[in-house]
């Protein structure tokens, strides 16, 4: 069983940045999917962008590409996500998530495994 760990949100100021990291553990293939997704208020679940463990294919949220990077470092089965240039309408519940194989898509109901989320608030 795939447990993932968020940590790294807070509350910051707009134009601020912010670093999540997700710790994986319990991986028993080689290949997954691992990504963030978001939540704000009355909104749906989002993807925001997604890594495979094996190959590093990277897929992004076209509202995020290029103030938002992806990484990750397999020795630590740890999945970031650079904030850059936050808004406030960057504010949301960002959760990790993955499921086995490659990266095909960044739809929240492709993921079978969740982490219980780290809070993101940006202020004006």
């Known amino acids: 069983q795939v447990q993932l760990v968020e940590s790294g949100g807070g509350s910051v100021q707009a134009g601020g940045s912010l670093r999540l990291s997700c710790v994986a553990s319990?991986?028993?293939?080689?290949?997954?999917?691992v990504g963030w997704f978001r939540q704000a208020p009355e909104k749906e679940r989002e993807g925001v962008a997604v890594?495979?463990?094996?190959?590093?294919?990277?897929l992004y949220a076209d509202s995020v590409k290029g103030r938002f990077t992806i990484s990750q470092d397999n020795a630590k089965n740890t999945v970031y996500l650079q904030i850059d240039s936050l808004k406030p309408e960057n504010t949301a519940m960002y959760y990790c998530?993955?499921?086995?194989?490659?990266?095909?898509?960044?739809?929240?109901?492709?993921?079978?495994?969740w982490g219980q989320g780290t809070q993101v608030t940006v202020s004006s």
């Open positions: 998530a993955a499921h086995l194989g490659g990266c095909y898509t960044i739809r929240p109901t492709a993921f079978t495994y």
């Open positions: 890594v495979s463990t094996l190959g590093g294919r990277t």
């Open positions: 319990g991986y028993t293939y080689s290949t997954y999917c």
